[in-house]
Every structure is written in structure tokens, then in C-alpha cells.
């Protein structure tokens, strides 16, 4: 039996992030108890006193969720702090990273769940200064909590999914496969990256647009030199299957005559200073204004802006910079140049070169500058700080609500880099600038769990690492775990190794590989719809599924996907192979290619498999079954092939495959949904 509580705490600011009317309990707060503690993250004796929720742990007890981290599935010994941060160092030293996802779960001696309905920043300290402690402190007790009880993780999880709405559905092209790159300059640079995967056979349904396409990095526009006719290019990549997908950043340049500018200042949409002037921060294109995403009207105008793009066919996006991040700020950056001319001709100690390091680095993302401008949210006037979590979300829901309007009838394709707990209804997320490292494709499946909790279920990495220079077993690896997720890209970041598939010398692989794919795609795709018309997860540790088995709950490093499939890909440089538990009686498959299948019943328990580089390897539950079909160059080539079935059933069982346009929004549509049946 599932169970909701709802604290109201001082004044809650509404962040729409649940959808169900929940009342207010009177109540005491079960299971925590206020404690004044001293303010943990400054890690100084002179931290001030704050008003902490203290959670007593059991040595058994685990913790799950909070989305977008880094470390464990098990949150446990570590201390985040929530407050969407660009931050491409995604090393386990660090708190946050782009999104605030405070929805966590705790399983052990008693198991619950809690929701912290709080856009400022708030620290979680899951046993990192005690090992015994949970500890919650928001900056203000200005916030809705929720308790969360049921029979299991899993039931918690659904009804915390349940109350915050249903998980956004792409496009189903959206599922293929996507080439990206920071540096594609021009048409050429496009045409070049298409023909490099066409004329070696390896699958591409959508080729992404960075901040080079447009002019002087200026949200929608197009650089008439590079693309001198967008409309004509866009049906060009669409004659050969290839969706163009344009990046859209937070901040608007400012410039006289730039429409965006123009318009903005007119209506006042962007963020003011306490004196009524619009603050400027600095990002791609130099000194920019940041719209008022918060509010209602501002939002309806910047949604409206994406008509520019999809006016010349284009069907997908990506916010980017939205934390939002900045370079620096008008007014820091002066004061920073006077402290520095000040400087001059100085012999710096120890000390001043530190500070000066510190000033100098320090100039991107101050919580200064964040705490300098403000929000109108629809008549009340809001420091940015307060409600810092919201802009991506807000920029987000600005382009999902717009498409509502523009395109009812047809689903875009929208994923954003920063996010708070509601986004997931108006797109998905992607994980940032991740790098090229081994301990990165890890943290990429350990991270897809704790996203599906809390909503985000179109989501993936940057497959080959963003930062860094990639190496082909790494991408080869990286990439036998994208064929899973959601949204699978290969992105690269400007001056880093050239990672595109067909750079490599082993195309083949490659070409097999996503191959795989498209050929699962009926049952990726149906587990997917599936996942966000029932509120269920697409990816599940071990532990929410066999949470008798004390094996099964240690495990980190295997995934289940959907209800038929166990995963654990090989994140090991030079490893042949990896050990792998079965909780259960599995059947393995390997793949060569979706035409190149063996398969080997296999009892529980524990096993050294060999993977090599060129084949995928995953597990099927007793009594289940994976649709999937033959490979194609594109999704549209898949959607009519004939349906074949791997399955693991000894008895009779049935599959429910799930098949529609991929592009319509008459998601529950019965007819969508045929039963497969196997009978032994
Ligand atoms: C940010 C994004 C990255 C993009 C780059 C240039 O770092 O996270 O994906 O390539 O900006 O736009």
C-alpha cells in the first residue's frame, strides 16, 4: 500500500514539479528529526549554525536516486549538494553537476522515500560526516517534503512518478542513432559526416547541429556564409533520412537589431538587476541577457523563437548553457580587472597567487552573479538564487510548451543539459561534458537508474567521452552500452580526437554494432513507451528487482532494461571479459550482429563471461522475451520488417510489443499495443 505525506514548510516556492494535488499534513515529520548543525560545506569552525533534518542510518540501509551524480547507485557516504552546476569535471570529488534531482529513497531498516520540492541550493549529506547521519539543510526552510511509503522500492518509485507526471516521449527517429561534434562548420563538414556512415553501411538517423551553425552565436539564427540555404539543406539531410537537431543556448547576445535582443528588452523578458536593469552575463557570443524563463509571458515569447527553426523542417533540439551558465558578468569581470591593474608589477607570495587563481577561475558561475538578478514569477519579484534550479527547467518547458502550441500534432525532439524534477514531462536530458575516460562509461550506467527514478527516462551520455581524447576500444565499449539508451549519441568536444564511427579502423564493428541497435529496436522502443505510459522504470539495479537476494543488492555494474533483459557491458580497458552474477536462471545472448546470434542457458550464480570487442552480450529472464527484427540504415527502414522473438520461456508467456507512427501523441491508443504470444 503506497502512501503520500506532504509537509508544507515555511513558504514553498511553486516549481509545478508535482502534478497531483497532495494535501498538507498537520502532523508531525516522521522518521527525521531537527538538529542545529553547523553548516557543513564551508568545512570551517566559523560555518553558521543551521537548522538540519537528521535521518538515523542503520548499517544496512541504502540510498538511491538523487538523478544526475556522480558515485553509486548507493548514494551512501557521500555529500551532494543540489545547485545545477556547468562543471565538466565530472570526478567523484565533486557535490552537483547539471541538474537538481531531489528525490531519494531509503531502503534498509525502514524503507521510504523523499522528495524535496526546493529550487534553491540544499545540501545533502548522506552519511559523509557521520557515517550514521542523513542529513537534509536546505539555505532556507522554505520548502514541500514528501515521505513516500510502500511495499518496495519499486512501489515507492511509481508512486513518487505517479504524482510528478508522465516521463516525455520523443519522436521515434529520436531513437536512432546520432553523430555530433563541437566544430561541423558548414554544409560540407555535414554532407562529409553523413557520407562517412552511409558509404560504410553504419546505421545514422540525425546528425547534430552545434554553436557553429549559427551566427556569431546567436540563438535562432543561421549563418547564411556556412548555410546559405538552411530550408533547402534541411530537406537535402531529410531526402538522405537525417534529422538535424540544432543546439539552442540560454543566453540571448546583445546586439541593436537582433531581433531576439530587440524584442526582449521591448517586453521586458530578461532577468533585471534590484535596479530595473537587465543583467549581463557573458557566454558564447560575449555579453549576453538571460530570458526571464520563469515567467509566464517571457516563457510563451522564447518558446515561440523555436518557429524560427522548425519554420525550415527542423524536428529536434537541444538546451544548452542553462544552469544558466555564465562566464562572467559584466560587473565582475570590471571589478576583477581593477583588483588586477592593482596587481601590477606586485610580488605575489604563496597566498596572493592563490587568491589571484582563485579570482580569475572563479569569474565563471559566481554565486554572486547568481545572486545579483531576479525573476519575475508571474507578480513576484525573486532572486535568481532561490529559484536557481528551475532555469533549465524553465527553459525547457518554455520550447515543450511552445511545441504544444506549434506542432500539436507531432512529437519534437527536446533534451536538455540542466533540469529539476518536472522537466522530465517536456523533454529529456542528456549527461554533459562527460570525458573520455573508462570510469566515465560506468558512471554512465550507474547513472541511469537513479534518473529513471526520478522521471528522466530519454537520456544518455556523450557515447566515446566528450573531453579528452577517445580510443576505439573505449568507444567500441562505451557504445555496446548506448545501443540501450534512450538517446544514443557520439559527441565530441572541439579540438579532441575526430570520434566519429567510421574514423576508426574497424568500421565493421562499428557498423554491427549499431546494427544491434536497430534491429532491437521493437523491443527498446516498447519497453520504453511502456516505461513512461505506466510511471515504470526502463533501467533497474539488481536490488529493486531481487531484493531477497543479498548478491543481487551489492551489485552496481549490471543493469536490469525492461521487463525481459539483464545488461552488464565490459568498462575495463584491455578486459576480454568481466564477471557477472546471475540472480536467476538467465539465457545469454552474443551478438556478432542482429544476424550473428548464439545463446546458452546458464543456472544462477557467479561467472567469468569473455566479451570481446565485437559482440554484445546481455541476459534474458526465465519466462521472457525480446522482440527485435532485422537492421537498417535508418529508423524508417526498420518500422515494417518482419518481428522475430528471443525468448527464455519453458511454458507459455506473453509480450506486449509496442508499435505506432513514432510520430503521433495518441500514446494509449489500444491498438498500439499487439500480444505476442510463445507456447512450449
Ligand atoms: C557545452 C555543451 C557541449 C557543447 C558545447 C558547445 O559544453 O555541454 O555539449 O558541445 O557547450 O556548444
Not at 533547402?232 to 543566453?251: C, R, S, T, W
Not at 522530465?424 to 550507474?446: A, C, E, F, T
Request: aromatic letters at 14%; hydrophobic letters at 35%.
Amino acid at each position: 500500500m503506497s502512501k503520500i505525506l506532504r509537509y508544507s514548510i515555511g513558504n514553498p516556492i511553486k516549481t509545478e514539479a508535482v502534478v497531483q494535488k497532495i494535501p498538507k499534513e498537520k502532523g508531525e515529520l516522521p522518521y527525521f528529526k531537527y538538529v542545529q548543525k553547523m553548516e557543513v560545506t564551508k568545512q570551517t569552525k566559523d560555518g553558521k549554525e543551521q537548522d538540519s533534518l537528521v535521518y538515523k542510518l542503520n548499517c544496512e540501509d541504502k540510498i538511491y536516486g538523487l538523478g544526475e551524480n556522480v558515485r553509486g547507485i548507493n548514494k551512501r557516504g557521500w555529500i551532494y549538494k543540489s545547485n545545477c552546476t556547468d562543471d565538466p569535471n565530472h570526478t567523484e570529488t565533486k557535490s552537483s553537476l547539471y541538474g537538481a534531482h531531489n528525490f531519494f529513497v531509503i531502503d534498509g531498516k525502514e524503507t521510504f522515500g523523499v522528495f524535496l520540492d526546493y529550487p534553491g541550493k540544499l545540501i545533502l549529506d548522506m552519511g559523509y560526516q557521520r557515517m550514521d547521519e542523513l542529513c537534509i539543510t536546505p539555505e532556507e526552510w522554505n520548502l514541500d517534503l514528501y515521505i513516500l511509503e510502500g511495499d518496495s522500492v519499486l512501489d515507492i518509485v511509481k508512486t513518487f512518478r505517479q504524482i510528478i507526471g508522465r516521463s516525455y516521449i520523443p519522436p521515434k527517429w529520436a531513437f536512432g542513432f546520432g553523430q555530433s561534434r563541437w566544430g561541423y562548420q558548414n554544409e560540407e563538414d555535414i554532407r562529409t559526416v553523413v557520407r562517412g556512415y552511409r558509404e560504410n553501411g553504419i546505421p545514422l538517423d540525425s546528425v547534430y547541429l552545434d554553436i557553429d551553425y549559427m551566427e556569431q552565436f546567436k540563438d535562432f539564427t543561421v549563418d547564411e556564409k556556412h548555410f546559405p540555404n538552411f530550408p533547402e539543406f534541411v530537406e537535402e539531410m531529410k531526402q538522405e533520412h537525417i534529422h538535424l537537431v540544432p543546439i539552442i543556448d540560454a543566453g540571448v547576445k546583445i546586439e541593436e537589431g537582433y531581433e531576439v535582443y530587440e524584442e526582449g528588452i521591448q517586453n521586458g523578458f530578461f532577468c533585471k538587476e534590484q535596479d530595473g536593469k537587465e543583467f549581463v552575463g557573458a557566454v558564447w557570443p560575449g555579453k549576453v541577457h538571460f530570458p526571464d524563463v520563469l515567467n509566464k509571458r517571457a516563457r510563451k515569447w522564447f518558446g515561440k523563437k523555436y518557429k524560427y527553426l522548425l519554420a525550415q523542417g527542423i524536428e529536434g533540439f537541444w538546451n544548452d548553457m542553462n544552469e544558466p551558465a555564465i562566464f562572467y558578468s559584466e560587473k565582475k569581470l570590471e571589478a576583477t580587472l581593477k583588483k588586477i591593474k592593482a596587481m601590477e608589477n606586485k610580488n605575489m607570495d604563496m597566498w596572493e597567487v592563490f587568491a589571484f587563481r582563485d579570482m580569475v577561475m572563479g569569474l565563471s558561475n559566481h554565486p554572486e552573479d547568481y545572486a545579483s538578478f531576479y525573476h519575475d514569477m508571474d507578480g513576484t519579484i525573486i532572486c535568481h538564487d532561490k529559484v536557481h534550479n528551475l532555469y533549465g527547467y524553465g527553459m525547457t518547458r518554455a520550447a515543450g510548451e511552445a511545441f504544444e502550441e506549434l506542432e500539436p500534432e507531432k512529437r519534437i525532439l527536446i533534451f536538455s543539459r540542466s533540469s529539476y524534477i518536472g522537466m522530465h514531462r517536456y523533454g529529456g536530458i542528456w549527461m554533459g561534458d562527460n570525458q573520455s575516460w573508462w570510469s566515465h562509461l560506468l558512471l554512465n550506467l550507474k547513472m541511469l537508474p537513479s534518473l529513471n527514478m526520478c522521471g528522466f527516462l530519454y537520456t544518455g551520455a556523450d557515447l566515446g567521452g566528450f573531453g579528452s581524447n577517445v580510443t576505439e576500444d573505449l568507444l567500441l565499449r562505451w557504445m555496446a552500452l548506448g545501443i540501450f539508451t534512450p538517446l544514443m549519441r557520439n559527441h565530441a568536444a572541439l579540438g579532441t580526437r575526430e570520434q566519429e564511427c567510421y574514423q576508426f579502423t574497424q568500421t565493421e564493428l562499428f557498423r554491427k554494432l549499431i546494427g544491434i541497435r536497430y534491429g532491437m529496436m521493437p523491443y527498446i522502443y516498447s519497453e520504453y513507451m511502456k516505461a513512461a505510459l505506466n510511471h515504470e522504470m526502463l533501467f533497474l539495479p539488481l536490488a529493486f528487482v531481487y531484493p531477497e537476494d543479498r548478491h543481487a543488492k551489492e551489485i552496481e555494474d549490471q543493469l536490469l532494461m525492461g521487463e525481459s533483459i539483464m545488461i552488464a557491458p565490459v568498462y575495463t580497458q584491455n578486459a576480454t571479459g568481466r564477471y557477472i552474477y546471475l540472480p536467476e536462471p538467465m539465457k545469454l545472448v552474443r551478438m556478432k550482429s542482429i544476424e550473428e546470434i548464439e545463446t546458452e542457458i546458464l543456472e544462477q550464480g557467479h561467472y567469468y563471461i569473455e566479451i570481446a570487442l565485437d559482440e554484445v552480450v546481455f541476459f534474458i529472464r526465465p519466462e521472457k522475451m525480446v522482440p527485435y527484427t532485422e537492421s537498417g540504415q535508418y529508423m524508417e527502414e526498420i518500422q515494417e520488417k518482419e518481428i522475430k522473438l528471443l525468448h527464455f520461456v519453458t511454458g507459455t508467456a506473453e509480450y506486449k510489443l509496442y508499435q505506432d507512427n513514432g510520430y503521433e501523441k495518441d500514446y494509449e491508443n489500444p491498438n498500439h499495443i499487439k500480444k505476442l504470444h510463445v507456447e512450449n
